[in-house]
């Protein structure tokens, strides 16, 4: 008998701007975490004398596109993402925050399965992250789409694979309230308020972004001689607490590199984990905020190898 091996493996995923050019990349996983389409099911409610439901009951009713794209981030596929999370680039390489955020495309086409296309998407929500250890820093982004269409096995072509050099989390830096700071982990995510609306339609008829929520956490040592003690002490107990600082977060690998800027991260005081036979850690959490007319958040990202 011929094994049917319709596995994960030889997936691939191609994504870009809608109506314009996709760029193939590898990925981790895609995650349909709500593809659905519902039923306006009359027979929740009706009473008719008997307990099973009547199958001329049931309808068509909306459907929802909502799914996650894990990868892993290197220089040559930000430069492809960031312009899809809102982040425009003047001058080259420089990548701003701004209220527009476009629509883009992704192509997934299942090893041994159809090819599945979801257009008209938005960006939900991203966060990029990492920790000690072997694995790569890696990128997250939630999508949420007006359509999904499915086509023929392999009627679709991905083209050339994009991937660049991963950053290994030793290839990182921070600088936060004016200091270098080692850290063990670290959490830095953009959340765009998507509101949905569904109409007299199947697929939502508006996907509009209302909100800017920029979140970050890090650990470090909690020690007076790693100088650290005061990401604890100064949002806890000084006035200055509310002023906050600039938090630069960025990684560099030969001659690539991704850097982002927030423009004032205000801390949220967490005191230190202890226990016995471990480093005392201090979990730092924080959120963005733009200062004056700056953006939010900057990022610079050089993908010449």
């Known amino acids: ?14 994504i870009g701007a809608t109506g314009g050019s996709l760029t193939r990349m590898d990925f981790i996983e ?43 981030m290197t220089a040559a596929k930000m430069d492809v993402l960031l312009p899809l999370m809102g982040l425009a680039e003047s001058p080259t390489d420089t990548f701003t925050l701004a209220d527009a955020l476009p629509e883009s495309k992704v192509v997934l086409t299942p ?21 000690k250890g072997t694995d790569p820093i890696r990128i997250d982004i939630d999508f949420i789409g007006k359509n999904w269409a499915e086509a023929s096995s392999g009627t679709y072509t991905h083209g050339t694979i994009v991937e660049g050099l991963p950053y290994g989390f030793t290839q990182g830096s921070m600088t936060l309230e004016g200091a270098t ?44 001689c790693d100088s650290n003690t005061d990401l604890y002490t100064i949002p806890m107990t000084s006035a200055t607490a509310a002023t906050g ?19 004032n991260v ?10 016995k036979s471990d480093f005392n850690r201090l979990p730092v959490y924080g959120k963005g905020y733009a200062v004056g007319s700056g953006a939010l958040l900057v990022v610079t990202n050089d993908a010449t190898a």
């Open 1 to 14: 008998m011929t094994s049917c091996c319709g596995t994960g493996a030889l997936s691939k995923l191609s």
């Open 30 to 72: 895609f995650n349909p975490t709500k593809i659905v389409k519902t039923l306006a099911d009359g027979s929740q409610n009706t009473i008719r004398g008997t307990l099973d439901h009547s199958s001329v009951a049931a309808a068509e009713s909306i459907a929802f596109v909502e799914f996650r794209v894990s990868m892993y």
């Open 111 to 131: 090893y041994g399965g159809k090819d599945f296309t979801f257009d008209n998407l938005l960006v939900s929500q991203w966060f990029v992250h990492g920790r």
């Open 181 to 224: 700071r080692y850290f063990n982990q670290f959490r830095l995510g953009l959340n765009y308020g998507l509101v949905t609306e569904h109409n007299n339609s199947v697929y939502p008829t508006n996907v509009c972004p209302t909100d800017h929520s920029l979140t970050f956490g890090t650990g470090v040592l909690y020690s007076t």
């Open 245 to 263: 600082s600039q938090l630069t977060l960025g990684f560099t690998r030969s001659t690539v590199s991704t850097s982002f800027v927030v423009g």
């Open 266 to 275: 205000k801390l949220v005081p967490r005191p230190p984990h202890i226990r």
